[in-house]
């Protein structure tokens, strides 16, 4: 059965960078589409980013386009999330999921395996 595990979040001044990692264990990695996801106190969990199975294909919300980039090593069976020019409204839960549609949307239905998460705050 599939583990994810989220690594790398802390606090960050604005304009920072932080890389998150999720690491997978249990099942190759590669069988799946991952998500990265998002809470803020009091709000819904929303999208952040998605790859596919192979990381050709990947797909962005408006709020961190050009500023995040989603990657992912099989091999490693780790998944990144590289977060440039942090700002305040960042600051959320960021979990990682895994989902068997080789090319994930943002239907969070489709995601069979979570992550515990890891906390961002970007504060001065």
């Known amino acids: 059965q599939l583990q994810l595990v989220e690594s790398g979040g802390n606090l960050v001044q604005p304009g920072g960078s932080l890389r998150l990692s999720c690491a997978a264990s249990?099942?190759?990695?590669?069988?799946?589409?991952i998500g990265w996801f998002r809470q803020a106190p009091g709000q819904d969990r929303e999208g952040v980013s998605l790859?596919?199975?192979?990381?050709?294909?990947?797909n962005y919300a408006n709020s961190v386009k050009g500023r995040f980039t989603i990657s992912r090593d099989n091999a490693k069976s780790t998944v990144y999330l590289q977060m440039n020019s942090l700002k305040p409204e960042d600051t959320a839960i960021y979990y990682c999921?895994?989902?068997?549609?080789?090319?994930?949307?943002?239907?969070?239905?489709?995601?069979?395996?979570w992550g515990q998460g890891t906390q961002v705050t970007v504060s001065s």
């Open positions: 249990g099942s190759p990695l590669d069988y799946y589409g």
């Open positions: 790859i596919s199975r192979s990381g050709a294909s990947t």
């Open positions: 999921a895994a989902t068997r549609l080789p090319i994930p949307t943002w239907g969070q239905s489709q995601f069979i395996s």
